[in-house]
């Protein structure tokens, strides 16, 4: 399965912005990472086949997950946006879940190429 994330840009803080994460075959379970420049990926999201998601302390409340079946598609809906949330955000794949290691990468085998969020005024 090949994925493609899309949707990114410039949005000033407060703002909102939607990723997607289009799947060329069946997707399965969909986490969204995220690296700032000079850190590390870091765990944002996951969203398992039936809908059910997890999210990382630091957007819970304030990201959301949607899964569109019919367009192979999975968004992120991100909102009241800090220059914090700045990075480049990508989507995965997982055949398998796993309570435990949803926001781990190794859990996922397929990732899609990126797309940069910046907030800023």
């Known amino acids: 399965v090949q994925l493609q994330a899309s949707g990114g840009g410039l949005v000033q803080p407060g703002g909102s912005v939607t990723l997607n994460c289009a799947a060329s075959?069946?997707?399965?379970?969909t986490g969204w990472f995220r690296q700032a420049q000079g850190q590390e990926r870091e765990f944002v999201a996951a969203v398992a086949w039936n809908g059910s998601s997890v999210y990382a302390d630091s957007v819970r409340g304030r990201f959301a997950t949607a899964r569109d079946y019919a367009k192979r598609t999975v968004h992120l809906i991100m909102r009241n946006l800090k220059p914090g949330d700045t990075a480049i955000y990508y989507c995965a794949e997982a055949r398998l879940w796993s309570d435990t290691e949803y926001n781990i990468e190794s859990m996922y085998s397929s990732w899609g190429q990126g797309t940069q969020v910046t907030v800023s005024s």
């Open positions: 075959g069946r997707p399965f379970h």
